[in-house]
């Protein structure tokens, strides 16, 4: 007999929702994680980033306040007020997910778990765990390049912990976190250069709609270098940093940030001693349901490197705990999975861009609404939307939508409903405007 039906070994989003609806199930579970419940969406990433993404907005209400009437006599941004409320919210959080995974009867071990076979879990401790299955939903860390002084600079995971707001800040990446800190440290007073190896920003994400976020985020001041990399960061006595450059000339900051992708977390793990295969990438090998090269062993999330995305890993540790503790067999399904970067202003999209749809369907209908919220325009902003619906000439069907506007994301979530369903373009516009508001342009192209 095996200590534990199931062994976890990751306690971020995956991982929880595998650990607790196996439990659910009736299986006997322990979840085993070295730093805190939660993972990096919740203690380091998403959650702790939206929440700075809404203060950071503040910047541009309070200037917009004043053409509605506001009196706003004095604005002063304090750092240290909003990181430690954040850090408080996300140590809120963390208790709650702990909570949620004892109510379930589900063991927690906080030390780090290495596989010692394909049933065999060893503690930092000593201790040994047997188990039917086991489950690697490890995660990913960023990487960090091989820069020389690249122990000045931070990652993803400092950065919420920051002492104090950097005057100038130098960010290394052209991808979602990239773009999305550099609109948080924009809003919050900081002078942004984003420096990228390519001159390609959000690859995967419409052209268009990236060129309109770059185009708005230079106008703001956020300052870009393409094609440009790191030769040497270096400490100054006075604790600024000098980075010395290739491909422009040598840049000053306060702090510099690199997010330029996260690596799967496979190291130590005993992957050897179990028989799990890794990938070039160090991503975990699994099949579609989420099985490794050893029978007993699974992997969810981000240590596969498949789609490196929250709910989708909430989906595969859902669909692995139905199919192999609840007798319900299911798969992810990872079409139309819809996506946003929350930078300022925010851009989302679902389905095919127009790129994509033009490359696959040949024959393809695009529908754009290019507007100034309304919003904007009483606050005197000069800061367009941009709405695409990208449909299947033959079929009428909407195989893509992308938007970038404010709360682009909220609106998205509800109309990939529509691209998931296949609806056409004539169920949009058969469906009546709701006035006014920015979501009514989706049924209003013509
Ligand atoms: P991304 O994969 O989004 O972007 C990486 C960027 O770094 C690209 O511009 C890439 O350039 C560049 N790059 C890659 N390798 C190097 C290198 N060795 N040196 C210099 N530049 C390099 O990574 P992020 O770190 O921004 O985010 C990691 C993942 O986290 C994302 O893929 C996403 O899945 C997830 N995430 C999701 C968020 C959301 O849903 N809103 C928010 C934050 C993160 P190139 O394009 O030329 O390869």
Not at 287 to 299: G, M, P
Request: net charge negative; glycine share 10%; with cysteine.
């Amino acid at each position: 007999m095996a200590d534990f039906d199931l062994i976890v070994i990751g306690a971020g989003s995956g991982g929880v929702r595998a650990a607790r609806i196996a439990a659910g199930h009736g299986a006997k579970v322990a979840i085993a994680e070295e730093h805190k419940v939660g993972g990096t969406c919740v203690i380091r990433g998403c959650v702790p980033k939206k929440l700075l993404v809404y203060g950071a907005h503040f910047a541009e209400d309070l200037e917009d306040a004043a053409m509605f009437g506001w009196d706003v006599p004095t604005k002063r941004f304090d750092w240290p007020v909003l990181r430690d409320n954040v850090l408080a919210e996300v140590s809120r959080l963390e208790a709650a997910y702990t909570e949620t995974l004892t109510n379930h009867q589900v063991e927690i071990f906080h030390e780090r778990a290495e596989m010692t076979g394909p049933t065999e879990v060893t503690l930092a401790s000593g201790k040994k765990l047997s188990a039917g299955k086991i489950l690697i939903a490890t995660g990913a860390r960023p990487l960090m390049p091989e820069v020389e002084g690249i122990e000045h600079a931070i990652s993803s995971n400092e950065v919420f912990h920051l002492e104090r707001m950097p005057k100038r800040i130098v960010i290394a990446g052209g991808g979602y976190i990239a773009n999305e800190f550099a609109g948080i440290f924009h809003q919050f007073g900081a002078h942004v250069t984003l420096v990228n190896r390519s001159d390609t920003l959000l690859r995967g994400y419409d052209q268009q709609l990236v060129d309109r976020l770059l185009q708005i985020s230079i106008r703001k001041g956020i300052d870009y270098k393409f094609n440009t990399t790191f030769e040497r960061i270096e400490r100054r006595d006075d604790g600024s940093l000098k980075l010395v450059m290739k491909g422009s000339d040598d840049i000053e900051a306060d702090e510099v940030l690199f997010a330029v992708g996260r690596r799967p977390n496979v190291e130590a793990l005993g992957c050897a001693a179990a028989g799990v295969e890794v990938g070039d990438k160090g991503e975990i090998k699994v099949d579609d349901d989420n099985r490794t090269s050893a029978a007993s062993v699974f992997a969810v999330g981000d240590v596969t490197d498949r789609v490196q995305l929250t709910p989708v890993a909430i989906r595969e540790g859902q669909a692995f705990a139905d199919t192999f503790f609840g007798n319900i067999p299911c798969k992810v399904d990872y079409g139309c999975i819809p996506s946003a970067v929350f930078s300022h202003p925010p851009l989302a999209g679902v389905g095919m861009t127009e790129g994509q749809a033009r490359n696959k369907l040949g024959s393809i209908k695009v529908y754009t609404s290019d507007f100034r919220a309304m919003k904007n325009v009483l606050a005197g902003r000069n800061e367009r939307s941009l709405y695409k619906l990208v449909v299947d000439a033959t079929s009428d069907e909407i195989v893509g939508i992308h938007m970038i506007g404010p709360d682009a994301p909220e609106i998205l979530q509800a109309a990939a409903i529509a691209v998931k369903a296949r609806l056409k373009k004539a169920d949009f516009a058969a469906t009546v405007a709701l006035h006014p508001t920015m979501a009514e342009e989706l049924v209003l192209m013509r």
